[in-house]
């Protein structure tokens, strides 16, 4: 028996549609776990590598209430970090369609994303560009 998983295909994005992630609380267990795979491990125990939110950021992004992009191809990212994070900070991802271009197989869309703290200010930012399936016809 095969399980056919729910996705958002080209012509289910809209654009300017806006996305908001459940939040999290970053702890030392997220901090301790990140520098052991990636070696990127900061003197002051209660700084959060700049690279943990936005892998944080990705998680909570299959938790919202959108079935995830028929994503073909991953084509680019920017990303900034605005301000160092510390254990003991909440945060949440907010996503808007910012451009949709329909191609011939699928469509490429561009995401702009903002990482958001329990000040309600914006500690990261960046955009996401995705080649994304048509719905099978």
């Known amino acids: 028996m095969t399980t056919v998983m729910a996705v958002t295909y080209f012509e289910d994005t809209a654009l300017d549609h806006v996305v908001t992630s459940p939040a999290i609380t970053l702890t030392a ?3 301790s776990l990140y520098s052991g795979l990636t070696g990127d491990a900061r003197d002051d125990p209660t700084l959060v590598p700049d690279g943990l939110p936005i892998c944080i950021s990705t998680g909570l992004g299959w938790r919202v209430d959108r079935p995830p992009l028929a ?4 084509m680019s990212m920017e990303w900034q970090p605005i301000r160092t994070l510390r254990v003991g900070d ?7 369609v910012a451009t949709r271009r329909a191609m011939r197989e ?8 903002e990482l958001i703290d329990q000040r309600g200010e914006v500690v990261a930012r960046g955009r996401f560009t995705f080649l994304v ?3 099978p016809v």
């Open 29 to 31: 267990a997220h901090v």
């Open 106 to 113: 699928g469509g490429v869309v561009i995401e702009e994303h």
């Open 90 to 96: 909440t945060i949440y991802g907010h996503s808007r």
């Open 71 to 74: 994503v073909m191809a991953f």
């Open 133 to 135: 399936a048509r719905r």
